[in-house]
């Protein structure tokens, strides 16, 4: 499974964004798909995940409220809809999948076996 993802860019507080990760393959009901970001100088921390099996969706408590993950089952895609963006925002997102996950690892990065390229979202004060 290979996964693009796009839709990064510079914006100010308070701005929006929208990232985007498409799979190669078509998903199964089984699969996840989502968002880990890493900030300079950090670990790379779990943002938000789509569970095909009932649409299911997780984020992180910093980005509840602001951040919405969506899918096109047709274009086998995940986006990201980034509302309200903060400075701390600031990371390279990288897309992750996974179709072998259980809900207790769905935040451990090392449990997922897809990984997109990493695309650069910078939130200026």
């Known amino acids: 499974v290979q996964l693009q993802a796009s839709g990064g860019g510079s914006v100010q507080a308070g701005g929006s964004l929208r990232l985007s990760c498409t799979a190669s393959v078509r998903t199964s009901s089984r699969f996840f798909m989502g968002w880990f970001r890493q900030a300079p100088g950090k670990e790379r921390e779990f943002v938000a995940v789509?569970?095909?099996?009932?649409?299911?969706?997780y984020y992180a408590d910093s980005v509840k409220g602001r951040f919405t993950i969506s899918r096109d089952n047709a274009k086998n895609t995940v986006y990201l809809q980034m509302n309200n963006l903060k400075p701390e925002d600031t990371a390279v997102y990288y897309c992750a999948a996974d179709s072998t996950l259980i809900l207790s690892s769905i935040r451990n990065e090392a449990q997922y076996h897809y990984w997109g390229q990493g695309t650069q979202v910078t939130v200026s004060s």
């Open positions: 789509y569970n095909w099996s009932g649409g299911y969706t």
